[in-house]
């Protein structure tokens, strides 16, 4: 296995990369699910918590393969193999979820990553047989932390549930110093364009999976009740907010902004609050539909709260990590976070928050187009 070239052109997504995400989002549609029961239930901290976790566990496996996927795709039997184990692993997982939220129980959650990670640590030690000097090193570093971090999760299954937070705090910033401690010498040679679009096509599916599931919501209480005048402005408002989820995160280039490690991991790192963002905006809609039909066990301010801080951290996040390396101007810097504000305080509109939201969040896209036709305008009369 030789790694392929940073400046390699026409680099792109593979359909196999294609076929792993898809499957990574069924565990993150269980998550959901969980989040949702919880939220509805009345136990916002207990949800909030386990998705978290969750979430990251999920998380933290995609970008794995995703980074290495970009340095080394070979695409040859072996490496589809290898692959196709991982995906295994994550539908493993995936399972385990709802046991590991309701019991504390993460022993097939933690099986689930096993089968992942040996996968992964697979794909390393065959990285560094075929290099030499230095990215050999950084293969078998690799190797090496996967591996012993891995070890250090089965503190999941010898201490008591109530720890749980705390294993996943101190190991995940453990799984988080691998990649920097692994790379300090000699960096992999991932691809910035080839990066990019991973996550720009994981952003869209996981968009897609927050349509699917608040759709089943308004199918699931249409069937429960047969007047649609309440769920119409809730369907409304959150398709506007995803709509504009998507229009914000690809209105600007990325892949220009990713020159070095210590760009491209914090750029990297910062979609664990994108992603999980994203995906809890449809369990949001899903409990304010439940809410509206006097099926969840909250107010209409919390169950308000369940779309608009999810969305107006997206919003936050992206400006944050994502798009401000493009805007010029405080006019076009402040867009984005003037909107999360704003979405924020759309929580006190209460059956009306997750509508308004949705307005505000296209009047958010409409801003920033007309300033971004503004200032092409400007440079060309200059």
């Excluded at 070239?5 to 990369?17: F, G, Q, V």
């Excluded at 549609?29 to 969980?34: E, I, L, P, S």
């Excluded at 990066?195 to 720009?200: H, K, M, S, V, W």
């Excluded at 892949?255 to 979609?271: E, I, T, V």
Aim: with cysteine; net charge neutral; proline share 4%.
């Amino acid at each position: 296995m030789r790694a392929r070239s940073r400046d390699e052109a026409h680099r792109a997504a593979t359909p196999l990369e294609l076929f792993f995400d898809l499957c990574f989002v069924v565990a993150i549609a269980q998550a959901g699910r969980q989040l949702v029961h919880d939220l509805a239930e009345g136990h916002p901290g207990h949800g909030i918590v386990g998705y978290l976790m969750l979430f990251f566990a999920v998380w933290w496996a995609w970008v794995n393969f995703s980074w290495f996927s970009s340095a080394y795709d070979t695409d040859d039997v072996l490496y589809r193999v290898v692959t196709l184990v991982q995906i295994a692993g994550v539908l493993v997982l995936a399972a385990g979820i709802p046991r590991a939220f309701t019991a504390g129980d993460f022993r097939l959650v933690w099986f689930g990553y096993l089968v992942m990670r040996l996968a992964m640590v697979t794909q390393w030690l065959r990285a560094g047989h075929g290099a030499q000097g230095a990215e050999r090193r950084t293969a078998l570093h690799y190797a090496a932390g996967v591996t012993a971090c891995q070890v250090g999760w089965l503190a999941l299954l010898f201490l008591p549930a109530g720890d749980a937070p705390w294993v996943f705090v101190v190991m995940g910033l453990l799984e988080l110093s691998v990649p920097a401690l692994a790379e300090r010498r000699r960096q992999t040679s991932w691809h910035p364009h080839h990066i990019a679009e991973r996550y720009g096509l994981f952003t869209i599916i996981v968009l897609g999976e927050t349509v699917s599931a608040a759709t089943v919501a308004v199918q699931s209480a249409l069937d429960r009740h047969e007047e649609p005048g309440v769920l119409l402005p809730i369907a409304a408002g959150g398709l506007l907010l995803v709509f504009a989820a998507y229009w914000i995160y690809f209105a600007v280039p990325i892949h220009l902004h990713l020159r070095s490690n210590r760009q491209a991991f914090l750029w990297g790192y910062g979609h664990y609050l994108v992603f999980g963002s994203a995906a809890a905006i449809g369990a949001g809609i899903e409990v304010a539909v439940e809410e509206s039909v006097g099926t969840a066990h909250l107010s209409a301010f919390a169950a308000a709260a369940c779309v608009t801080v999810p969305g107006a951290l997206y919003m936050a996040t992206v400006w944050l990590i994502h798009s401000r390396h493009q805007k010029r101007g405080p006019a076009q810097q402040l867009v984005l976070p003037v909107a999360a504000v704003l979405v924020l305080a759309c929580t006190f509109a209460g059956h009306g928050a997750v509508p308004a939201a949705g307005l505000v969040a296209a009047a958010t896209v409409a801003v920033g187009v007309t300033l971004t036709a503004r200032q092409g305008t400007a440079l060309e009369e200059e």
